[in-house]
C-alpha cells in the first residue's frame, strides 16, 4: 500500500511540477502619484529591456501642458526622467524603437504638423523636429533606417493608405512608388538592419481577384526590387506578414481565400521571391487545435461535414476573419500569431491594415474574438505545429490587437490579455492543447494594501517571456486612506 502511494505521489508530482514552473510571478512593481484626471500615460517597451513612461499632464490658463519621459529599467527602477518641449496640443500618435533609440511621434499644430522625436535610450538626451505634410491626414506606422523614416499614412485627398519616405537630415519628403486603390492595404512592413533593407507587403484586391505584392527599399528609398504573388484557380493569397532574415531566406505567412475575400479558407508560406506554385497551403481542418473552441462532439460534426463537402468537390464552410501579428523568429523557424474574429457587420475584411489605432478599416458596431492562434513553421515554411487561446467575452469597437504575445527562441509561446486586475493567459508548448484558461490576479506592493478597483488596464509585451501590465489602481492601506496610482506590475513567464 505505502508503494502505491508513493507511486501515486510521484505521479502527482510529475503532472503537476511543469504547470506550476509555468504560472507566471509578479518580481516587480511601479507605483506613481499622478492624477488621473489630468495625466494622460503611454507606456512603451525598448529593445533594451527597459519601459519608457510618457506622461503628458494638462496645464491651466497660465501653465501649458507639460510632456516627459521616464527610462525604468528590467526591475522597474529608473534610469533618468527627461522633461520634452512640445507644442501643447500635441497628442501621442504612435512610436518606432531600435537598439539605440525611440522615435514617438506626435501631432502638432494643425492638421497637418507632425512632429518626431527621437530619443537617446542610453542618456535620455532628444531632439524633436516638425515637418509639415501636406500630402497626409494621418499617420498609421512607421519604421526608421539610418535615419530615413518609411510612414504608412492616409492620404488626405483619397482616403487611401500611402508609403512616404522622409530624411531626416534634409527633411525631404517623397512618396514611394507602389499601387494605390481602395481595395489595396499594406500587410506589413519591416526594416532590415544588417541588409539596409526595408520590405513592404501590400494586399491588393479589386473585390473579386487578389495578389500580394513585395516591395524591397534601400535606406534612401530606392525601390531595389518587386515581387509579386499571384492567386491561382483556386487559392488567393489575401495578407501576409514578412520574415526577417537575409534577403534570399525571406518568407511570407499569411492567410489565402477560396472564395469570399472577406474570409480566409487557411494558411500559406511562401518564399518572397518565388511565386505561388511555390506555395504551401494548410486548410484550418488540417490544424490540430484550429477548432478546439468548439465542444468535441460538434467539432467532430463539423469536421464530418467539411469531409463530406471535400469528397463532393464543394468549397470548405469552414471560414474565417485572421487579425495577424508579428512573424517571431525562433532557433529552427518562424512562430506568427492571429486573432480569429467575427462581426455583426457586413463591411470591413480580415487584412491586417494599418489605421489610427494601428488599423484602417470600416467600423463595425462590434468585433468578437474567437480565439486567438499561434502556429510554428521551419525556415522553409513547413508547418510545424499549431496551437489556440479560445476567448470569450472580448469584444472591441475597432479592429486592433486585443491579446499580447510574447515567445522564445526555443518555441514557447505565451499568450496574455487584461481584463481588470486579472491577467488571463496561456503557455503553449508547440501542440500540446491545455484546456484550463489559466488566471492571475495582479498584486499591490505592500502585502497589507488592498487593490479596491481598476481603471484602464493595459498590457504589453516586454522582453523574452515578460509582460508588463499597467493602468490605474485605487489602493487602500491597511491603515490609511485609499489612494489611486498608476501602476506597473512586471508579470515574468
Known amino acids: 500500500m505505502y508503494k502505491v502511494c508513493l ?22 512593481r511601479l507605483e506613481l502619484e499622478l492624477d488621473i484626471y489630468k495625466t494622460d500615460v503611454q507606456v512603451l517597451a525598448t529593445p533594451d529591456s527597459s519601459l519608457l513612461v510618457l506622461t503628458k499632464t ?33 497628442r501621442y500618435i504612435t512610436h518606432f524603437s531600435e537598439k539605440a533609440y525611440s522615435y514617438i511621434a506626435f501631432t502638432g499644430e494643425s492638421n497637418d504638423d507632425f512632429q518626431f522625436v527621437k530619443l537617446n535610450l542610453t542618456d535620455g538626451d532628444y531632439a524633436t523636429k516638425e515637418y509639415k505634410i501636406e500630402a497626409i491626414d494621418s499617420i498609421y506606422v512607421f519604421k526608421v533606417l539610418s535615419g530615413n523614416y518609411f510612414i504608412v499614412a492616409r492620404s488626405r485627398k483619397t482616403g487611401t493608405p500611402t508609403l512616404l519616405h522622409l530624411n531626416e537630415s534634409s527633411g525631404d519628403i517623397k512618396p514611394l512608388p507602389a499601387v494605390y486603390g481602395t481595395e489595396s492595404t499594406f500587410s506589413d512592413i519591416l526594416v532590415h538592419p544588417e541588409s539596409q533593407q526595408v520590405s513592404v507587403v501590400m494586399s491588393e484586391s479589386n473585390g473579386k481577384i487578389s495578389r500580394l505584392q513585395t516591395k524591397i527599399f534601400s535606406a534612401d528609398g530606392t525601390l531595389l526590387n518587386n515581387y509579386f504573388i499571384h492567386p491561382t484557380h483556386e487559392k488567393r493569397p489575401v495578407t501576409a506578414e514578412i520574415t526577417p532574415g537575409d534577403s534570399t531566406s525571406r518568407l511570407l505567412i499569411g492567410n489565402y481565400s477560396t472564395r469570399n475575400l472577406r474570409y480566409a479558407s487557411g494558411i500559406f508560406t511562401v518564399p518572397v521571391t518565388a511565386n505561388s506554385s511555390d506555395s504551401r497551403y494548410y486548410s484550418f481542418l488540417q490544424l490540430k487545435n484550429f477548432f478546439r473552441y468548439m465542444k468535441p462532439k460538434r467539432e467532430k460534426r463539423m469536421r464530418q461535414r467539411e469531409e463530406q463537402k471535400e469528397q463532393a468537390g464543394k468549397d470548405s464552410g469552414a471560414q474565417y476573419r485572421l487579425l495577424f501579428h508579428d512573424v517571431y523568429p525562433t532557433l529552427n523557424g518562424y512562430i506568427i500569431s492571429a486573432e480569429v474574429y467575427t462581426t455583426d457587420s457586413r463591411g470591413g475584411n480580415f487584412n491586417r491594415i494599418y489605421g489610427p489605432t494601428g488599423y484602417l478599416v470600416s467600423t463595425p458596431t462590434v468585433y468578437r474574438r474567437t480565439m486567438a492562434l499561434a502556429m510554428g513553421f521551419d525556415k522553409d515554411g513547413i508547418l510545424l505545429w499549431d496551437n489556440s487561446f479560445p476567448l470569450q467575452n472580448m469584444e472591441t469597437r475597432t479592429l486592433q490587437q486585443s491579446v499580447e504575445v510574447t515567445t522564445s527562441p526555443t518555441g514557447t509561446v505565451v499568450i496574455a490579455y487584461p481584463d481588470e486586475d486579472d491577467i488571463f493567459y496561456k503557455v503553449m508548448e508547440q501542440d500540446n492543447y491545455v484546456e484550463e484558461d489559466a488566471e492571475l490576479k495582479l498584486q499591490p506592493g505592500d502585502a497589507n494594501s488592498k487593490i479596491v478597483s481598476t481603471s484602464m488596464a493595459g498590457l504589453i509585451k516586454w522582453y523574452g517571456l515578460n509582460f508588463a501590465a499597467f493602468g490605474w489602481h485605487r489602493v487602500k492601506p491597511a491603515n490609511a486612506d485609499s489612494r489611486m496610482v498608476f501602476y506597473i506590475n512586471k508579470i515574468s513567464f
Open 58 to 90: 494638462d496645464g491651466n490658463w497660465t501653465n501649458p501642458p507639460t510632456f516627459g519621459f521616464t527610462k525604468y529599467n528590467h526591475q522597474l527602477q529608473p534610469a533618468w526622467d527627461k522633461k520634452i518641449t512640445l507644442n501643447p496640443i500635441s
Open 7 to 28: 507511486l501515486l505521489l510521484l505521479i502527482v508530482v510529475l503532472v503537476v511540477s511543469p504547470l506550476l514552473a509555468q504560472k507566471p510571478t509578479q518580481p516587480n
